[in-house]
């Protein structure tokens, strides 16, 4: 592992270096937010990969795209999250490390802050998160089913970039007669912590047809049967992560004409779901 490390160094800076001028000066944004989650770096969990247990606190469809080799998937929007942990972690003294999609994802604090409030004394989020991971560990990441992964299949920073548009774009672009506003959200980021509604704010005014809320999964299969060739695709998120594996399925299915929220409904109103 640490050979590894060495060799690719030099492209997981340019990564990082490229993904804090994206997020801002503070490199971890979701920390203070979650002061009670303890947390590993890259380097650390590579020394430590053969000795953890790893979960992947994301969607299936997200899982089935690109994960940790070894990681199991405990979605940490789950009503039965803590039976299916249990089930891969019977040990509460274990140590168990969470990730997701990045540093303004927060699902692997969320999952770390559960499985700690419930027993378990050491729990981590990894919250560099999978890319982080993949552009260091190819040897020991799997992307579309194959393992090791291949560096160059990753989707380019740029080539994502060129189909992200900012808020004001995208509701002016929402109220064209092509467009369908697609929210891939899981139902606990589509709420405060209060229980009011986390939405996009000033949105116009769409029907039933043109406004869907589609898990990823399903989104998937709709893609694959070519349901919206044609339209215009417009796609938002909890915080721009998880839209990066959609791509994939855009891309394979022979979709063109789609843009992504930059920066998710977090850019826009700075909530995060606890």
């Not at 672009?173 to 899981?186: F, G, H, L, Q």
Request: aromatic share 12%.
């Amino acid at each position: 592992m640490k050979k590894v490390y060495r060799i690719l160094l030099p492209l997981l800076l340019l990564f990082c270096a490229a993904a804090e001028a994206e997020e801002g000066a503070e490199p971890f944004p979701l920390r203070t937010q979650f002061p009670e989650v303890k947390v590993i770096s890259l380097e650390a969990l590579q020394e430590q990969y053969e000795d953890v247990v790893i979960v992947d606190s994301r969607t299936r469809f997200e899982y089935e795209t690109i994960h940790i080799n070894k990681a199991v998937r405990v979605p940490a929007s789950s009503k039965s999250f803590l039976k299916l942990l249990e089930r891969y972690v019977p040990d509460y003294d274990s140590k168990v490390v969470f990730y997701c999609n990045g540093v303004t994802c927060s699902k692997s604090y969320r999952a770390a802050a559960l499985a700690t409030r419930a027993g378990y004394t050491d729990a981590y989020s990894f919250d560099a998160g999978i890319f982080a991971w993949a552009t260091a560990n190819p040897r020991f990441t799997t992307l579309l089913g194959k393992s090791p992964m291949v560096l160059e299949q990753l989707i380019s920073e740029q080539h994502f970039a060129a189909h992200t548009i900012d808020f004001e774009t995208f509701r002016k672009r929402a109220s064209e007669p092509d467009a369908i506003v697609i929210d891939v959200r899981d139902a606990a980021q589509r709420r405060n912590s209060d229980g009011t509604r986390n939405d996009l704010p000033g949105m116009p005014s769409l029907d039933r047809t043109q406004r869907l809320v589609l898990y990823m999964d399903l989104l998937k299969r709709k893609l694959e049967r070519r349901e919206y060739i044609g339209k215009q695709l417009l796609i938002f998120d909890a915080t721009g992560k998880q839209v990066k594996w959609l791509e994939y399925s855009l891309k394979k299915y022979g979709y063109d004409h789609y843009a992504f929220l930059k920066g998710g409904v977090y850019s826009v109103t700075e909530v995060v779901h606890r």
